[in-house]
């Protein structure tokens, strides 16, 4: 049972351009929705996080947008640069007795060209 | 503390074989999570300690998965009577109770031929 739906499975944007990779999600327990960036060969790194209360959150080039209505959110990635090539992963979590469970998307594999 | 140590990095196994892992978690977390990560897809939840409590187990963990954190500190995954399907990234995180910033390793990749 996918919880949460991301989309696109692949992207290519150039140097300088945005990258957008959008989510959905169906279970309306969750209440904490983080964005991680893997590296080949590393594992998950959090990269920003937003919490359904907020409609916008902005971390240098990086940028979250939640519709909790439309329970979507988003993730804008300005002046998109090769170093940011990578897979990136949408998340929520649920509470349950102190397990903060995350429950990925499928993925998004992000490649910026020159 | 370097963060979330995993080893080994990889392992090959026969089909039949019994495999364990070790996960080092930052000192100072007393949470410790295991996810499977399949070619392709995102990180599925495991297992979570919190010390040395095993509180929640995925269906995903199959009779033949045990998972270990005696004393709180690291953690051990043994997988027995492996099978091609296990053939997997394994993953483990650690965070503080109350947080919600997860430290992932690097994980163990694991092909059973």
């Known amino acids: 049972q996918q919880q949460v739906k991301q989309s696109p499975q692949s992207l290519i944007v150039q140097k300088g351009g945005i990258s957008i990779i959008n989510c959905a999600y169906e279970n309306t327990a969750f209440d904490y929705f983080p964005w991680y960036q893997q590296f080949p060969g590393k594992g998950p790194a959090l990269l920003i996080a937003?919490?359904?209360?907020?409609s916008e959150k902005k971390e240098g080039r990086f940028t979250i947008s939640f519709n909790k209505s439309a329970k979507q959110f988003s993730l804008h990635i300005m002046d998109s640069q090769p170093g940011d090539s990578a897979t990136y992963f949408c998340?929520?979590?649920?509470?349950?007795?102190?397990?903060?469970?995350?429950?990925f998307g499928t993925g998004t594999r992000l490649t910026i060209i020159p | 503390d370097t963060g979330v140590s995993q080893d080994p990095r990889h392992k090959i196994t026969k089909r039949g074989q019994n495999v364990t892992f070790r996960c080092d978690p930052i000192?100072?977390?007393?949470?410790l999570y295991w996810y499977r990560q399949t070619l392709g897809q995102g990180p599925e939840f495991l297992t979570y300690?919190?010390?040395?409590?095993?509180?929640?187990k995925s269906r995903l963990l199959s009779d033949r998965f045990s998972a270990e954190r005696p004393k709180g500190s690291f953690s051990t995954l043994e997988i027995q009577r492996t099978e091609q399907g296990d053939s997997a990234m394994y993953l483990c995180?650690?965070?503080?109770?109350?947080?919600?910033?997860?430290?992932f390793g690097s994980g163990t990749r694991l092909t059973v031929v």
């Open positions: 937003i919490r359904p209360d907020v």
């Open positions: 300690f919190q010390n040395e409590a095993q509180l929640e």
């Open positions: 995180a650690s965070s503080l109770s109350g947080g919600r910033s997860y430290t």
């Open positions: 998340a929520a979590v649920t509470s349950n007795f102190g397990n903060e469970k995350l429950t």
């Open positions: 000192s100072e977390h007393n949470r």
